[in-house]
């Protein structure tokens, strides 16, 4: 079993940046491919960005790709999701989620992530 703690959340203004942050526990990190995906109220979980285990493919959505960017420490068990440029419409609870390993494959899927986190609201005004 994987267990996922996020952290970082928390209110910033339009045009600012956080930075968020993942730990993981119970299995192998550097095995573990990792996604950010968020949720509105009344919405789909929707996908942020995905890395492979040793960091070798990312993805992100097209509506953060060119302002977030996901990276990881396997030695420090933990994946972040740097956000800047932050605009109100990334309002939203942030989950960081696990899946066992596919060194090269980084899924958009939400289906595809057996482990998730309890997340951490990120809120953005305008």
């Known amino acids: 079993q994987v267990q996922l703690v996020e952290s970082g959340g928390g209110l910033v203004q339009a045009g600012g940046s956080l930075r968020l942050s993942c730990a993981a526990s119970g299995r192998t990190f550097s095995t573990l491919g990792m996604g950010w995906f968020r949720q509105t109220p009344g919405k789909e979980r929707e996908f942020a960005a995905a890395?492979?285990?040793?960091?070798?493919?990312?993805r992100y959505s097209d509506s953060v790709k060119g302002r977030f960017t996901i990276s990881r420490d396997n030695a420090k068990n933990t994946v972040f999701l740097q956000m800047n440029r932050l605009k109100p419409e990334d309002t939203a609870v942030y989950y960081c989620?696990?899946?066992?390993?596919?060194?090269?494959?980084?899924?958009?899927?939400?289906?595809?992530?057996?482990?998730w986190g309890q997340g951490t609201q990120v809120t953005v005004s305008s």
């Open positions: 989620a696990a899946r066992d390993a596919d060194w090269f494959y980084a899924p958009t899927d939400r289906n595809e992530y057996q482990y």
């Open positions: 890395i492979t285990p040793r960091s070798i493919n990312t």
